[in-house]
């Protein structure tokens, strides 16, 4: 025999060897599903989950594309990542409110079905294990093919959230590519809409509406108002001195809008004061 022979003959044993397995392996499984009490089991308890699962596609990506390098090494970090899907969240937030909501009902509902899933397996597991039945299948590994084959009929519903967020910034000739993958979970997206929640509280807030009555948004109102107070007509050419009034105070919960404000002169102003008219 020469070398060459050897080679194939070894090589037709070879794939022989590996035919001959994956026949078996195919009948095996194939016996082990027929009539399999804990397969038909778990069937049956599907029945009944089914239809209480949301199934819907959790995985989310996003870009976050830089203008310069510098932008890009400023905003490679986790609390830069985290504003950034704060405004992904800001934009849409009562749309993944309701993503953390069908997420949170799924995880309840799936830790109920788990647990009959267990006991099923628990209670049934390796019964239909009949040793004439299989060809050269050991205990050990009928369990691990019924394991298989359960796991492939056991419902997989959504529990958790995937995002992955690419910072990403390309050099202009696009010679240098710079990338970076952040993925996170619905962790980020719970702390997201507390932040907003958070957010929009403080906006309402006296503090926060004083604090933007700024200079720019002073002029606009005096110049809405044509620079005239607004109760006795006067203008800066008369002497007065003019000032910006929120017609409800803040005090009394009256807010930093267009709305709400108006050019008086001081005399107006003080004669006023937090009175509501
Ligand atoms: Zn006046």
Known sequence: MTFIDFIILGTLYILFTIIIYLIVNTINKHSIKKNNKII????????????????????????FECNSLQKYKNNNNDNSIFNYLCNIVN????????????INQNKNIYQKYMTNI???????SGLGYQKNKYIFLSKKKYLKIEDSLCQKVILKPPITIKITITIF?????????YFTNYICNE?????????????????????????????????????????KCQICGRIQADGVKLEVDHIIPISKGGKTVDENL????????????????
């Open 40 to 63: 038909e089991h778990i069937e049956n308890i599907n029945k009944n989950y089914k239809s209480l699962f949301y199934f819907l596609d959790t995985n989310y990506t996003f870009e």
């Open 91 to 102: 934009e849409n937030s009562n749309q993944w409110q309701n993503l953390i909501t069908i």
């Open 118 to 124: 267990s006991t099923i397996q628990k209670q049934y």
């Open 169 to 177: 910034y390309i050099s202009p000739a696009g010679r240098n590519r």
């Open 187 to 227: 962790k980020i997206v719970i702390e997201a809409l507390k932040k907003l929640e958070e957010k929009k509280k403080y906006e309402q807030t006296k503090e926060y509406q004083r604090l933007i009555l700024t200079p720019k948004k002073r002029y606009e109102i005096l110049k809405r108002d044509n620079f």
């Open 262 to 277: 108006r050019t008086l002169c001081h005399d107006c102003n003080i004669g006023k004061s937090d009175k509501l008219e």
